[in-house]
């Protein structure tokens, strides 16, 4: 039964996130970012192997994958898949918000500025961070359980290192720490592509994308809809310019003869 099984494999996939997510703990920064994909591929390329394919498929992937019971709802129907995916957006949006204003979602925003710093405050980085990667995979995992059932097959070559590169470009697109931003970087990705299909030729067609994505890039280098932070660290500070100009034009400091050295009587 989809409805008994889905509890279940989210409990799993967090499993399996937090156990990911222990051998890196001490990596921050770009380079957790980089072995996290590195997983993803390993994963991959381990359900292709002779070891797993027994059980998992291999190339051929896991077919005749079950829908929701016909009695509840049917997730191979378009419109009650996208209304279904649209509910549990929302929910998750609505933790994420939740988490944001929370004792959690501080300990996060500490630590994504300075970790040492952070860690010097009394928060527990380790286990905040096993969280997020827990979290990561709980909703990771609602995704691809729903993209199963709509498709009623699952391929290992429809997770490739592409499609985690679109994650991560679907936050930057749409601003790092923001929540509407990375809703709105996610119909960027996936709409405009649809939309340049119906008016250029496939030869123009990912030159346009693509010119429009680093156009996005250099004018708004925080993201589509940036979280007020992110905003003020870019468009409020002085820019470095400036600073050495007034930097440069201050008064020489005066240096009294015989002040150096000098002792009272």
């Known amino acids: 039964n989809f409805w008994v099984a889905l509890p279940l494999v989210v409990i799993v996939a967090v499993v ?116 997020a990667f827990a979290m990561g995979a709980a909703i990771g995992c609602l995704g691809g359980t729903f993209f199963a059932a709509k498709i009623g097959s699952i391929f290992p ?11 991560l470009a679907v936050i930057i697109l749409g601003g790092m720490g923001s929540i509407p931003g990375v809703i709105v970087g996610a119909f960027v990705l996936v709409g405009v592509p649809d939309l340049l299909r119906d008016v250029l030729p496939p030869e123009y067609r990912l030159l346009v994308y693509g010119a429009i994505l680093v156009a996005i890039m250099i004018y708004r280098p925080e993201g589509l809809i940036p979280n007020r932070r992110r905003r003020r660290e870019l468009h409020v500070e002085e820019p470095e310019e400036e600073q050495y100009e007034r930097g440069a034009a201050a008064p020489e400091p005066v240096i009294v003869a015989g002040a150096e050295g000098a002792t009272s009587p």
């Open 16 to 131: 399996i996130g937090v156990l990911i997510g222990a051998p890196v703990l001490r990596l921050r920064g770009d380079y957790l970012a980089i072995v996290t994909l590195g997983f993803g591929e390993i994963i991959r390329t381990l359900v292709l192997s002779d070891w797993l394919a027994p059980f998992l498929g291999g190339a051929q992937g896991l077919l005749r994958v079950p829908a929701a019971p016909p009695t509840s709802l049917d997730l191979r129907s378009p419109e009650r898949i996208y209304y279904l995916i649209l509910a549990f957006v929302l929910l998750a949006a609505f933790i994420s918000y939740r988490l944001a204003d929370s004792r959690v979602g501080r300990a996060w925003a500490a630590m994504r500025e300075d970790e040492s710093v952070a860690e010097a405050m009394g928060i527990s980085v380790i286990k905040y961070k096993l969280l």
């Open 157 to 167: 070559n429809s997770f490739g290192l592409l499609v985690s590169i679109n994650v």
